[in-house]
């Protein structure tokens, strides 16, 4: 397509106008609107400000109910980097903070600042600047934020956001395109404000640091707009193009396309081609931002439709109830079929007339019957006809993705490029059998995006259940690993024992127990050279002792070499001490040989006897139970799962040691002199303490009594006499023995009342 | 007003499927009377017949799939298929060869499929296909157009009494051009155009021609109306161009001269009204010149080296069948994308 109407301004060379695919030519219908100039709405009795009026998070109150406003007041900050501040447009006061329909096409609610106007309009000192463009970029940039601006053409995207890319920019774009029938808001700003699109646009390329190309594009059906901005941009390095109109040319893709001849990348920012498009009406309102210090606090929007009695660009502030607003027009809501906040190709029906205005506000439809009918007609069926494809600006095939989304084949969908959609709804548009086709396109990314969200949440739990069950896993093959490695030292010392029956003073002493491949050989192996050392001494001091008695010459050299085989039979013992020593400084339990160790317990409860044996069984299981109780108290506090697990595994060694310790009674008779021997008396104490208890598990009642009072009063003696020596001694220890002394007196009287009582029941 | 949910767009184009069907079979007028001028009232008796069948069969249908039968009837499909049909049968055929055309095509091609859009071959050409291998003696008794030979065109009265009892036009029929063509072997090309079926024309025989520039002069009018995408008619016309031009040696041993080819037969009421129509062709640009140059190809080779002397039907039912592949292979080149993709591939997020 050829750069149109270039030659009525020599001094600006011709742009090359680039051509777009497919777009459609809906009827303009913008006549109605430009006939009179732009106006200001009258004040609003009340605004209601969504504190979402952008793309991003929603912005934070900063005000409380009750709390009087100025104009221009900050009422709701900005919530991280992509958000935008929101102003109060009108003074008075704050009468609730609450959900309110929004301006959205779900016709869904959210969080508003409502304020009732005083009437005053009382605004907020503002900060001009003269010299705006002699400010550094990061200035400039803190204003626009601060002023809240964002995209004005519908999108909403916070301007500052934009404005702070971090990739080199060639092409600030600033959008006049408004390629929507209906639609004049744009127009209108740049016919009466092109001075202060042209400065707007300059602050926008200082921020940007300065683009070698900026540009304004406008559709050649505005020549009165294109006309103002020329003459504005004389002396600027701004230029200003039109091209054919198209739509959807006003789409940001496709203005690129249109005034660069790139395409954005699928997926990518327009910043990745070095590009920033900006609305007219942005331009505008940074313009203000910067120059007089004032907030976003109203924009142009066209107020257009058979419904009213005119139609014409209206400045209004934001959150004036659409209603209201309509109202100044002579609305006569019976005439209307619907209203439509946007144009008639993207924006959206409203639920109800209480909905504000916002920052993206740029059209108010109020149509006729005849203009748009109530209901859209029945669709039919699809005759494949191909118009939809040809109509389509991303070269999409629009019939395909109908079929796949009615079919909810979401893969296809993908693979046909849904996402690359802008919904301009120019298939819609053209379908000759009327199908709803962007509508289609909307509800299958809709499901997508749902079917996305799932998946990673299915994912997510997918992930933790499997991690548990590694984990659980992980546990049981060690136990298992554990118990098969215990199992098979067990099954090995057995073995080794049956095959060479080590010495019996191996068994008991340290060196035995540390483990048989190293210790213990090293061991006997030193033992021998001592041995052997030993002998040859004796043998040289025979033959010393021979040659000194035969009185011959040899007698010095031998005594040397008798000097020689002490000393050595001396390192060797020293060696055999130390191999000695070393192993017994180390405890066994350490030991980091599982297998030496099991070894090494075989042994020693080989070498037990059956009553030692029983005895160190309910040792072991004591403080198996003990650790166990120990977890199972600690899983119970963490409210684990393991809690059942842990319980099953604390009863079964209850179970066990209750065994074992029958097993132990059983033996008692046997143990009885055993434990007299044994070196710990401590333990041996212990150990008759828990023979008796066993055997006292036999006995009725009484007689168990009976034997632990006979128990106590032997235990109290022994306290006693202990406490007595240590008064004598006037040991350290005194308090905790005294202190134990009468714990004991405590027990043993109590045991003598449950006698008692029990000897009463028993003979009454 | 009520606050009636509604979405995007509010506004819509003022094309409907109504107005496509309708100008379709508005623009078949200049064939039709062309045909009518050479062949008489036989191929309107035709026209008629045959959408009075189609449109009766769909009702029938559509009352047996329980569909609301006014609705779906005024789409107009039925009627094009009616008048596509009728086109393409010979006049004055029997009433009931009418009949069973009408009944394949909108019964089995096309409601049996699920409707208008559902259908993968085109009806009229499914219904003339079975006709033409069931009843090949009578589906090609062509009658010889006005001013060779000696007979007069058939009164109404007497049109009508061979429609629908079988019995006094068989001084009608004669060989079309193609035909003559085909079977003049020994013939110098120079020996076929003294014959007085191609003397009596200028360039492909005598009617034919005419018949054929009507139905390009209707096919130019719906390119122009925007009714299909110029791709599909003229990839099938510059092939069958193409290889005539490649095969024609001048002899009456090779295939026929271009012209021969692009204005006998059914070449444009098939470039222009079978080729175009959408439900069973391929979708993309690139997929439409790759399906209607396959049509092309394939009627210069049936014609030429097949046992028929005309082969539209037979080719755009092969190509129909290829329409899916192609699609799958010519998916055009989406916006923001470095090439274009083919559908077989999967998504790559």
Known sequence: MSAPSMDTKPEQHVRKIYPIPGGVHPPQNKAQSTQTPLTEATLPKQVILPLSQHIGAAAVPMVEVGERVLTGQLVAQAKGVVSANVHATISGTVSAITDCVLPHPSGMSGPCIVIESDGLDEWQPLEPCEAYLEQDADTLLAKIRAAGIVGMGGAGFPAAVKLAARSPIQHLIINGTECEPYITADDMLMRSYPEAVIQGTLIMAKILGEPEDLVIGLEENKPEALAALRQAAEGTRVQVVSFPCQYPSGGEKQLIQRLTGKEVPSGALPASLGCVVQNVGTAYAAFRAVRFGEPLLSRVTTVVGEALEKSANVEVRLGTPVGELLSQFGYQAKKASRLIMGGPMMGFALTSDLIPVIKTSNCLIAPSRREMPANNPPAQACIRCGLCAESCPASLLPQQLYWYARSEDFDKLESHHLFDCIECGACSYVCPSNIPLVQYYRSAKGSIRQAREDKIKSDHSRQRFEFRQARLAKVEAEKEAKRLARQQAAEKAKQKLADNPPPAAAIPTAPAAVSEAGGADAIARLERAVESAQARVTTAQERYQEAVAEGSERAEQLLAKLKQAEVRANEAKQKLAAAQAEPSATPVETSDDPVAAAIARAQAKQAMNPAEKAKANVESLQKRLAKAREKLAEATQENSDKVEALQSGVEKLEQKLADAEQELAQTAGQLEPVLAAADDPAQAAIERAKAKAAAAATLSPTEKLTSQIESLQSRLAKAQTKLAEAQAAEADNQEALALGVSKLTEKLAQAQQVLAELEEQANP | ?349
């Open chain 2, 1 to 349: 007003m009520s606050f009636i949910q509604h979405s995007s767009p509010h506004a819509h184009g003022s094309n409907s499927t109504q107005k496509v069907m309708l100008t379709v079979a508005l623009a078949t007028l200049p064939g039709l009377v062309a045909m009518v001028l050479f062949f008489g009232i036989g191929p309107l008796i035709n026209v008629m017949l045959c959408v009075g069948f189609c449109v009766g069969f769909e009702a029938l249908a559509l009352a047996l799939r329980k569909r609301p039968i006014g609705f779906y009837l005024r789409d107009y499909s039925a009627l094009v298929t009616g008048v596509l049909l009728g086109l393409a049968l010979p006049p004055y055929c029997p009433w009931w060869l009418l009949l069973v055309g009408a009944f394949f095509a909108i019964v089995v091609a096309k409601q049996l499929y699920g409707g208008l859009g559902f259908n993968p071959f085109n009806p009229a050409m499914v219904g003339y296909v079975v006709l033409l291998i069931s009843f090949p003696v009578a589906m090609t008794q062509w009658a010889a157009p006005t001013g060779v030979g000696d007979h007069s065109l058939p009164g109404l009265a007497a049109a009508l009494s061979q429609v629908f009892s079988g019995q006094g036009a068989d001084g009608y029929s004669g060989a079309t051009p193609l035909d003559a063509f085909k079977q003049a072997q020994g013939l110098t090309v120079d020996a076929i155009y003294e014959q007085p079926l191609f003397s009596a024309g200028h360039i492909a025989g005598a009617g034919w021609e005419w018949v054929n520039l009507g139905f390009l002069i209707g096919g130019l009018f719906l390119l122009w109306r925007g009714i299909f995408s110029w791709h599909a008619p003229a990839a099938m016309l510059l092939a069958i161009s193409l290889l005539a031009f490649i095969f024609f040696d001048g002899s009456s041993e090779s295939g026929g001269s271009p012209l021969l080819h692009l204005f006998s037969g059914a070449t444009m009421l098939g470039a222009f009204f079978i080729v175009t129509d959408p439900v069973s062709s391929a979708v993309s640009k690139k997929g439409r010149l790759i399906y209607g140059a396959g049509i092309g190809a394939l009627v210069y080779v049936i014609r030429t080296w097949g046992n028929y002397p005309d082969a539209v039907a037979f080719s755009v039912l092969l190509m129909n069948f290829a329409a899916p592949f192609i699609d799958y292979y010519t998916l055009p080149r989406t916006y923001g994308h470095t090439r274009p993709r083919r559908a077989t591939e999967k998504a790559d997020n």
